[in-house]
C-alpha cells in the first residue's frame, strides 16, 4: 500500500520499499479540568471542542527534511491518501516544535518525527 502525505506544496510517498510513513499515530482530545477540593470532592470541567493531531515517524531525503522545516510557523493543510479510510484532509494544520531528525544507514535517506496539529479554535 502507498501512503501519500501532503503538507502544504511538501508532498511525501511512501511503499513497501521506502515506507515514508511508517508509524502513524492520531490523538484527538478534547480539554477537561479535574479539580480534587480539600474535602475529597471533585469539581470537574470539560468542552465538547476537541483538537486533532497526527503524528508520522518518516524516511526520506534531507531535500523533504529541508522543505517541512521551512513551513514551521506556517499554517497547511495536511492531506493523506492511501489510508484503509480513504483519503483525509485536516485545514489549519502547523507542524509542533520539534521537528527531529536521524541519520540511517543510507547516506542520502534520514528519519524523522514530525507531529501536525489543527487549529480546532475557530
Not at 515517524?57 to 534531507?62: D, L, P, R, V
Request: proline share 4%.
Amino acid at each position: 500500500m502507498t501512503v501519500v502525505i501532503q503538507f502544504g506544496s511538501v508532498v511525501m510517498m511512501g511503499s513497501d520499499r521506502i515506507p515514508v510513513a511508517g508509524k502513524r499515530k492520531t490523538s484527538d482530545d478534547g480539554a477537561f479540568s479535574d479539580q480534587l477540593l480539600l474535602d475529597g470532592r471533585h469539581v470537574i470541567m470539560g468542552s465538547t471542542r476537541s483538537s486533532h493531531s497526527e503524528t508520522y515517524e518518516c524516511m526520506g531525503t534531507e531535500a523533504q527534511y529541508l522543505a517541512l522545516l521551512g513551513l514551521m510557523g506556517q499554517q497547511q493543510t495536511l492531506t493523506v491518501s492511501g489510508t484503509p479510510a480513504g483519503t483525509l484532509t485536516y485545514t489549519k494544520c502547523q507542524i509542533k516544535p520539534p521537528l527531529t531528525k536521524e541519520e540511517t544507514d543510507n547516506p542520502n535517506h534520514y528519519y524523522w518525527k514530525a507531529t501536525f496539529v489543527q487549529d480546532t479554535s475557530i
